[in-house]
């Protein structure tokens, strides 16, 4: 039997503004085990230390109209307290509060969604036994 993988292999994200985008999401996916695995000027991609898959590229956005909008994104959580302090540390980096940490009954799920600096929906989320 062949190891699971995930069907998403990576997402592009692009910001009107890298740098504050940067700090926004450096500062929010490490609270969840996830780090800039590479770095440049124009782009940042995130992943866990021990696999490069998936992964999320923050991108420059060349034009106004590239940059990446309505989106909503999830992160698995590894408990509760990692959601809380996602929400929190996200907040400080200049992102804004969607919702608090909470029970969703409908997901089975502990969340919080914060907007990233040019409003999408990224999410914190840890999936309840049951």
Same mark, same amino acid.
């Given at each position: 039997m062949e190891a699971s993988t995930s069907f998403i292999h990576h997402v592009g994200v692009f910001?009107? +503004? =890298?740098?504050?985008? /940067?700090r926004f999401y450096t500062a929010a996916l490490e609270t969840l085990?996830? !780090?800039a695995g590479h770095r440049s000027e124009t782009v940042a991609e995130y992943w866990h230390p021990e696999r490069d898959? *998936?992964?999320l590229s923050l991108e420059t956005a060349e034009r106004a109209r590239d940059?990446?909008?309505?989106?909503?994104?999830? =992160?698995?959580?590894d408990d509760r307290d990692a !959601? +809380? !302090?996602f929400h929190a540390v996200a907040v400080s980096a200049g992102?804004?509060?969607r919702?608090? *940490?909470? =029970?969703?009954? /409908?997901?089975r799920a502990y969340c919080a969604f914060v907007s990233d600096p040019d409003g999408n929906n990224i999410e914190a989320v840890?999936?309840?036994i049951g």
């Open positions: 910001a009107s +503004d =890298f740098e504050a985008s /940067e085990g996830i !780090v898959t *998936p992964s940059t990446t909008r309505g989106m909503h994104l999830a =992160f698995a959580a !959601v +809380d !302090v992102g804004t509060s919702h608090a *940490p909470r =029970f969703w009954s /409908e997901y840890h999936k309840e």
